[in-house]
């Protein structure tokens, strides 16, 4: 790899001059200029835009915390983020979490100096101490799918997700719904699941059905995790008649179980699941259509505008959440005792 020493010995001048001549300075004289510029023409020279960076204060370096990263939901927000940074002439550098002490060194690394020129942390939400931090040290950082009054951020209303996708199973007629879900307790602090259950919970008690505990399961996030899940419900004396998965990932691992039970969706069993992440519409699954490519490319505009200076106020988008109706929804068959119910 050729280096800036190389450079300066093709030239005939010092390390300091090379560096000059990089660095747009007026302190050289255009015949020296001509030699140093000739030289890195010749070695094809490539300078590290990190290492001019920091020397401006600046590294062009973009981080993205973001857990869990090879899940599909993950994967949608990158290819927003992905080209918006490119076009900024911006490197990206991903940061995988996996486990709670992960997700706290990486946290605190965000905060010192010249680590990166911004952050955009998909799903976790700072602490207050982590936020205080940030703020201290004028770090840029916009949350996705995560809220704090103190850092911009492209939010929604998981809440009234899970309301939608259950009013379309009670419209259809159904009474017997279940919940499948992520751990409520998690050590990440995910609320998204949660919250879904609760517009879940919500839409049933309005609706005049009864919250049945046995209806809800949650597990550690994962299609086969939805698949034991609904495998237990559908082992039930008295089975659901439709599941609202609180991902689509985990409405996969439903379909799977119905498949493995011989039971037919829709016309035994409906399956609503969330996100729209890409296998959604070729297995026809009903769900909740949230805009996670866009969410990624407003995070990492927003960011853009921070660090340009053209914002420098705290802003927060909201995503639209749409019903995409599809073939694994249906009205549920009579059962005996139900009357036409």
Sequence with gaps: ???????????????????RVLNGSPRV??????????????????????????????????????????????????????????????????????????????MRAMTRPHRADGYIIISLTPTPEEVAAFRDTDTKVVLVDAHHDDLSSVILDDVKGGSIATRHLVELGHRDIAFIGDDMNDQFG??????????????????????????????????????????????????????????????????????????????????????????????????IQQPLEASGRLAAELLMNSLSGESTSVAHEYLQLDLIVRTTTAPPKARRGDGDA
Excluded: W
């Design 29 to 106: 004289s255009e015949e020296t200029r001509s030699l140093v510029e000739g030289a890195i023409r010749d070695l094809d020279y490539h300078p590290s835009p990190l290492a001019q960076g920091l020397k401006r204060g600046r590294t062009h370096v973009i981080e993205v915390l973001v857990p869990f990263m090879t899940h599909p939901s993950a994967v949608e927000r990158l290819r927003g983020i992905v080209p918006v940074l490119n076009s900024g002439g911006y490197t990206l550098v991903l940061r995988d979490v996996e486990t709670p002490s992960q997700r706290d060194d990486h």
């Design 1 to 19: 790899m050729v280096t800036i020493t190389d450079v300066a010995k093709r030239a005939g001048v010092g390390l300091g001059t090379v560096s």
């Design 190 to 287: 995910f609320a998204s699941s949660s919250d879904r259950c609760k517009g879940y919970e919500d839409v049933l008690a309005s609706s005049g059905i009864e919250v049945r505990p046995h209806f809800i399961r949650t597990a550690p996030h994962g299609r086969a995790s939805g698949r034991e899940l609904a495998t237990q419900l559908l082992k039930l004396d008295r089975p659901p008649t439709a599941i609202f998965a609180s991902s689509d990932t985990q409405a996969l691992g439903v379909i799977e179980a119905a498949e493995a039970e011989g039971v037919r969706v829709p016309s035994e069993l409906s399956v609503a699941g969330f996100d729209d992440i890409d296998v959604a519409q070729y297995v026809g699954l009903t769900t």
